[in-house]
RNA sequence: CACCGAUCUAUUUAAC
């Protein structure tokens, strides 16, 4: 079965769907019968798909045929409502999941206020959170968590609440640590709005917490100082990314365009032989 | 206390 099931999910990846229905005949032919992980692994494809009525009708079948959905395959169509705005469905099938006897998790309750996020519903999530932080719910928030909630806090503006969770993070007993979706978010959020002395200020600190900036962040940030008319920062900036990384095409790039916005033929010039030197191929 | 497979979060550069 584990042979079949890699297969079948190599062929979803790759969106051979003759390829998957042959391997299935294949597998009853043998007389291999599909496990939870193998109905698991063909509902999240479909749903990936876009295609929830087959989604949902394989999750029957599953049943039909004896196999017991896992939190895992509850988690998938959680998902799945959440993403078409059924928030209210998502609950409800986290709930029937539980009294099939299959606890929600972290990834449980991530989907969900993810899906509240969406639906514009903020203070659910937050709440939510709470709830989970207190200890009320069973399941203890983790990175993705607290990633979640501090990206659309973001989006929706509340740059100084992500703030505070972030900081609520790196605190020693939350039980918690930021990686680097957490800087990047904050990086890109603070770029955005300018606050570059603050977004410069939160690259430094990742190395405190055993983090390295990565070019994502790099870029983000050079960017904004191009934006921001600071190309000395920008350029020392680049400097100090070169020792650790590869810049890649997007850094020139963005160069570039700082120095054109100032006819700096030149610089133009010397970056593009520099980016040629070091095996990029501009785009 | 039996090796291997399934689910959640960020995405930066050009033409106003």
Redesign the pocket.
């Known amino acids: 079965?584990?042979?079949?099931?890699?297969l079948i999910?190599g062929l979803q990846k790759a969106r051979r769907w003759a390829g998957v229905k042959e391997l299935l005949n294949k597998m009853t032919e043998q007389g291999i019968k599909?496990?939870?992980?193998?109905y698991?692994?063909l509902?999240?494809g479909l749903c990936?798909e876009g295609k929830e009525m087959e989604a949902m009708k394989m999750f029957d079948l599953m049943m039909e045929k004896g196999v017991e959905p896992?939190?895992?395959?509850y988690?998938?169509l959680i998902?799945q409502l959440c993403k078409e705005g059924m928030i209210d469905d998502a609950f409800a099938f986290m709930e029937r999941m539980n009294v099939s006897g299959n606890a929600s998790?972290?990834?449980?309750?991530?989907?969900l206020i993810?899906g509240l996020c969406e639906a514009n519903k903020m203070g659910k999530a937050i709440k939510l959170l709470d709830e989970m932080l207190e200890g009320k719910v069973g399941v203890y928030p983790?990175?993705?968590?607290l990633?979640?909630i501090?990206?659309w806090l973001c989006k929706r503006g509340g740059i100084s609440r992500a703030l505070e969770f972030q900081k609520m993070m790196v605190e020693k007993g939350s039980g918690l640590r930021p990686?680097?979706?957490?800087y990047?978010?904050i990086i890109?959020e603070l770029?955005k709005l300018g606050k570059i002395d603050d977004a410069e200020k939160l690259l430094r600190e990742m190395k405190d917490h055993g983090l390295s900036p990565?070019?994502?962040d790099?870029?983000?940030l050079?960017?904004s100082m191009?934006?921001g008319g600071m190309k000395e920062r920008m350029m020392s900036l680049f400097s100090e990314m070169s020792e650790k990384l590869r810049p890649?095409?997007?850094?020139?790039?963005?160069l570039?365009?700082a120095a054109g916005r100032d006819g700096e033929f030149e610089t133009m010039k010397k970056l593009f032989l520099d980016m040629l030197d070091r095996g990029l191929s501009p785009?």
């Open positions: 079965v584990v042979t079949f099931t890699c999910n599909p496990d939870v992980f193998t698991t692994g509902i999240d990936k896992s939190t895992v395959t988690n998938i998902n998790d972290v990834v449980t309750y991530n989907t993810l983790n990175t993705v968590t990633n979640t501090i990206h990686d680097s979706f957490t990047s978010i890109n770029s990565t070019l994502l790099y870029n983000t050079m960017e191009s934006r890649d095409v997007i850094s020139f790039n963005t570039i365009d785009d």
